[in-house]
């Protein structure tokens, strides 16, 4: 089972970015996004059901960030925008096999993706 992040890179305050995490070996319930910033504790971003039909965002991010998934291709994206300086961190995907939606419980991680913001 792995999980690869990618898409992460340098960019402007206020702008766009989207991730991508590949899952192989098999398929998760929960697909979540923590992200963990210089000297700082990882923290929860995001999480996604199965279906899609559910998504749970920390209050740092809500309105400025959007999860989905395409389960044909195990792929889960996120969307991020209007980005700042404080959004620099590494991104870390994870997956879990319960379909409890929240921060706690993930199985399976990424070896994460460098976003920075900054102009």
């Known amino acids: 089972v792995q999980l690869q992040a990618s898409g992460g890179g340098l960019v402007q305050p206020g702008g766009s970015l989207r991730l991508s995490c590949l899952a192989s070996?098999?398929?998760?319930?929960?697909m979540g996004w923590f992200r963990q910033a210089p000297g700082k504790e990882r923290e929860f971003v995001t999480a996604i059901s199965w279906s899609g039909g559910r998504t749970y965002y920390s209050d740092s991010v809500k309105g400025r960030f959007t999860i989905s998934r395409d389960n044909s291709k195990n792929t889960v994206y996120l969307q991020m925008s209007s980005l700042k300086p404080e959004d620099t961190a590494i991104y870390y995907c994870a997956g879990k096999m319960t379909v409890i939606l929240g921060p706690k419980g993930y199985d399976y991680w990424g070896q994460g993706t460098l976003v920075t913001v900054s102009s």
């Open positions: 070996g098999r398929t998760f319930n929960i």
